[in-house]
């Protein structure tokens, strides 16, 4: 039988938190992944000799905190984070008869960077610690549209200095899930509009000083730890944003 490991959590608090703490760890170990369901309610209960309705409200509040997804017929699975359309809640980019298009993405670098002392600061990590600096753009056809700079940890991102600019894909999380062992869990983003400076206008194709849009990401992982600052700029004129209040 499985027990609560005793210093994972406070021994103080109701049993159902404590298991979940103890699944908590299991999904940031990679014990539990979403390429498999996790073990059934009766499963988990006759693990840990407790009773169902406790393993259940551990799970109900791990599927409200976002940590897993109920899937109707097939079971409960580890939430994977997917913020692949996030950008086209600002940027809408649609053909000549309105259908939305999707813009694919092409790594122009990936390049070791010195410590900068405000990404360091973002990323809780060490101030003289190294970082990865990552270029991308995203494109509609071969129109630029979208510049994105990255930045992440060296010594945790280590093994993308190895990967191909070709081989990494439209969407970055699942590269850095399973090339580095980091899974980004939520994130947040704050908004501003700038004056293109030149290097920007440069990727975007168009004059110095014309009005962009800023979005800064801090994606965070399981752990509540920092795993990513990233920093994706568009042209001002394409921006839009709509929000439905009740």
Known sequence: ????????????????????????????????????????????????????????????????EGFLLRTQGKGTYVRRADFGNA???????????????????????????????????????????????????RLIADTPMLHEEIFVSRAAFAPLLSIPLADFGDLLYPLYETACGHRVFRATETLRFEHAPDTIAQHLGVAPGEPIAVIERLAIGLDGHPLEWRRSVGLARQFTYSIELQ
């Open 1 to 64: 039988m499985d027990t609560i490991p005793a210093g994972r959590s406070d021994q103080r608090l109701p049993i159902y938190q404590r298991l979940k703490d103890t699944f908590v760890h299991r999904i940031t170990q990679g014990e539990w992944t979403p390429a498999h369901p996790i073990p059934s309610e009766t499963q988990l209960s006759a693990d840990f000799g407790v009773s169902v309705g406790t393993v259940r409200r551990a799970i109900e509040d791990m599927v409200q």
């Open 87 to 137: 950008l086209m809640r600002f940027f809408r980019y649609t053909d000549t008869t309105g259908t939305p298009l999707r813009p694919r993405s092409k790594m122009l670098s990936v390049t070791p960077a010195p410590a900068q002392a405000s990404i360091n600061k973002r990323l809780q990590i060490e101030p003289s610690a190294p970082l990865l600096q990552l270029l991308r753009l």
